[in-house]
């Protein structure tokens, strides 16, 4: 038995589940609604205040599924009471981001700034001139957008200049030991 799919989902109090036709699963709280369908493999059971994912059958598909789909709606859940905050680093000489209205413009020395509109879902902000925070409800849209982001302008391992994670760790690399020399 998977050993994530056996744990139960607890339901907050500001917090309603919603088992509709087809295996689809809403989630309702106080920072919005996701809606999702899960494949077929997989039930759920609301026993209280907790939800039980169960497999119909032990064949290898209804095995792989169990763990991942007890993972979906919890994070679903997660997501609609907490919500989920991705922190980016912009470092280099002259590299900044700054917010205009809807918009995420990025200068990181290219000849024109760099602008990216936020989308369905998920917003960004910038705290101070070196970090933009991507916020939103849906786990997967918040994590796809800061990689979009990070993919602008990808640090490079020399110098370090460029976007990265907060917690991201990169090694800088020695540069050419020959260079200069003749």
Do not use: W
Not at 27 to 32: A, C, E, I, S
Not at 57 to 76: F, I, Q, V, Y
């Amino acid at each position: 038995m998977s050993r994530i799919g056996r744990h139960p989902i607890a339901i907050p109090a500001n917090t309603q589940v919603e088992f509709m036709d087809n295996n689809v699963v809403k989630v309702t709280g106080p920072l919005g609604q996701l809606e999702r369908k899960f494949n077929k493999e997989v039930s759920f059971e609301k026993d209280g205040d907790n939800i039980i994912v169960k497999r119909c059958d032990d064949s290898k598909e209804a095995r792989s599924m169990h763990g991942l789909s007890r993972t979906l709606l919890n994070n679903m859940i997660e997501g609609v009471t907490k919500g989920f905050t991705k922190k980016l680093i912009v470092n280099g000489v002259g590299f900044k981001a700054t917010k205009q209205g809807n918009k995420l413009v990025l200068d990181l020395g290219f000849s024109k700034p760099k602008e990216v509109l936020d989308e369905d879902g998920v917003t960004t902000n910038c705290p101070s001139a070196t970090e933009v925070e991507v916020k939103g409800i849906d786990k997967e849209k918040v994590g796809q957008f800061a990689a979009k982001i990070r993919d602008i302008k990808r640090v490079e391992p020399y110098h370090l200049y460029g976007i990265r994670y907060a917690d991201e760790v990169v090694i800088k690399k020695e540069g050419s030991k020959t260079a200069g020399k003749k």
